[in-house]
């Protein structure tokens, strides 16, 4: 199973998003994280995996995933631990972050920002927090 949750909205303006994340139980090997792009079309994808691995995807559909990088961290807490996943958007840019440790960079597409949870995973969000960088905002 899939489970995914968004929040529609236009970003144009530079913000952050940081989400405090612990899974509680569930399989090691299934991917957890934050989603963004166009909810119905193009999703993008920052996940890691209770073993250590984090990747870094673009799905067209359930059948079309692309892995844009894929591979194992230093930076994220291993098994049944608290992670903070970093989106950092500016301009049309974004930067990933694991556990305030740069990981990927990357454009932004997109409107919609979210969770994604794969397989039989119990994950806790323990705080999300947004904000808008410089004077980007009008």
């Given at each position: 199973h899939?489970?995914?949750?968004?929040?529609?909205?236009?970003w144009n303006f530079d913000f952050e998003i940081e989400?405090?994340?612990?899974?509680?139980?569930?399989?090691?090997?299934?991917?957890?994280?934050l989603l963004w792009g166009n909810k119905n079309i193009i999703h993008y994808h920052i996940g890691i995996k209770g073993n250590g691995q984090f990747a870094y995807t673009k799905?067209?559909?359930?059948?079309?995933?692309?892995?844009?990088?894929?591979?194992?961290?230093?930076?994220?807490?291993?098994?049944?631990?608290?992670?903070?996943?970093?989106?950092?958007?500016?301009?049309?840019?974004?930067?990933?972050?694991?556990?305030?440790?740069?990981?990927?960079?990357?454009?932004?597409e997109g409107n919609t920002i979210g969770f994604k949870i794969y397989g039989k995973l119990k994950v806790e969000i323990d705080k999300i927090t947004f904000c808008y960088l410089q004077d980007s905002v009008g």
């Open positions: 899939t489970y995914k949750l968004y929040v529609e909205k236009h989400v405090t994340i612990k899974k509680i139980s569930g399989d090691d090997n299934k991917w957890y994280g799905n067209k559909s359930k059948q079309d995933m692309e892995i844009i990088y894929q591979g194992e961290s230093r930076y994220i807490n291993k098994h049944n631990a608290l992670n903070k996943l970093t989106i950092r958007k500016i301009g049309n840019k974004i930067e990933l972050y694991i556990n305030d440790n740069l990981v990927h960079k990357a454009q932004f």
